[in-house]
């Protein structure tokens, strides 16, 4: 018996290779989010870096624990937060602004209207940055608690979560607002 298959991995009749409208959003998603990167990488240690970890990041962080632990004496300092007992030190690439660009670069190639394009970014880094500042407060209290539960959570859990908590977002997003393809083959947003 001879039966005839195409190069999809054995499945008569089908087409392994990637559409090359999915390949030309794949390669400019990765090109907006090397800019992004590029951009931000550039800009440390200037006004937008002590913006986002100084301010949105670890003043935020200082005000929650002050709240919940106020035992605890927390004060922000900078890119530290600080506390008898021990704290920790926001650095470039803690404070969430990855995701944040991984998020931005996805909406921008999604196959969404502008607007959902627009309102997703906003929403998204809303999101990211919520879930980084409980990941960062967290942190604080694992590094003073258990360091060995402190590098776990730093070194792969948590950006993990967050990365596919930022995943669930996007695809939650896209299947609200992707376009449809209409009876004509064209599509229409819905």
Request: with cysteine.
């Amino acid at each position: 018996m001879s039966g005839e298959c195409d190069q999809s991995m054995g499945v008569p009749g089908t087409d392994s290779r990637l559409p090359k409208a999915l390949l030309w959003r794949l390669a400019v998603f990765l090109g907006i989010f090397a800019a992004l990167q590029g951009i931000y990488g550039a800009a440390k240690g200037g006004w937008f870096e002590h913006l986002v970890i100084d301010r949105l990041t670890v003043q935020s962080a200082a005000l929650v624990i002050d709240y919940a632990s106020p035992e605890l004496g927390v004060e922000p300092s900078g890119s530290r937060l600080k506390a008898p007992g021990g704290g920790i030190n926001v650095l470039n690439g803690c404070e969430g602004m990855d995701v944040v660009f991984l998020v931005t670069a996805a909406m921008l190639v999604a196959p969404i209207s502008w607007r959902a394009r627009l309102l997703g970014i906003l929403c998204g880094t809303l999101v990211v940055l919520v879930l980084n500042q409980a990941r960062v407060i967290a942190l604080f209290y694992a590094f003073r608690s258990d360091r060995s539960l402190f590098d776990m959570l730093h070194g792969v859990v948590s950006p993990l979560l967050l990365i596919v908590a930022a995943s669930g977002f996007f695809i939650a997003w896209l299947q609200r607002f992707a376009r449809m393809p209409s009876p004509n083959g064209h599509s229409a947003d819905v």
